[in-house]
């Protein structure tokens, strides 16, 4: 099971700090992908981490803004998210797959477990 926490409200240029903690097992070997979905749109990649490897992938979108990043003493990986823009304003949800290859990172489909959903809304 994944547990996403840590949205809330936050003014433009604020930061948040998404948690995905794992129960039941742990991230090795695992990729974890962070996704968000705005609403009317489809669910979209935003970070991805290798938990094996410590290698990361980003959307361009949020690149130099955004860190995912893992605690494997912890079970969790981290979204930082910094200088927020109204646009990242979604749910966003994490992910995990075993068995993904690394040119599919970015593909909803391909993730086989995921967490309910954490609203994040930039506002002022």
């Known amino acids: 099971q994944l547990q996403a926490s840590g949205g809330g409200l936050v003014q433009p240029g604020g930061s948040l700090r998404l948690s995905c903690a794992a129960s039941g097992f742990t991230l090795d070997y695992y990729a974890i992908g962070w996704f968000r979905q705005a609403p009317g749109k489809e669910r979209d990649i935003v970070a991805a981490v290798w938990t094996s490897t410590g290698s990361t992938d980003y959307a361009d979108s949020v690149k130099g803004r955004f860190t995912i990043s893992r605690d494997n003493t912890k079970n969790t990986v981290y979204l930082q998210m910094n200088s927020l823009k109204p646009e990242d304003t979604a749910i966003y949800y994490c992910?995990?797959?075993?068995?993904?290859?690394?040119?599919?990172?970015?593909?909803?489909?391909?993730?086989?477990?995921w967490g309910q959903g954490t609203l994040v809304t930039v506002s002022s």
């Open positions: 992910a995990a797959d075993r068995n993904i290859i690394r040119s599919s990172w970015w593909r909803a489909d391909q993730y086989d477990y």
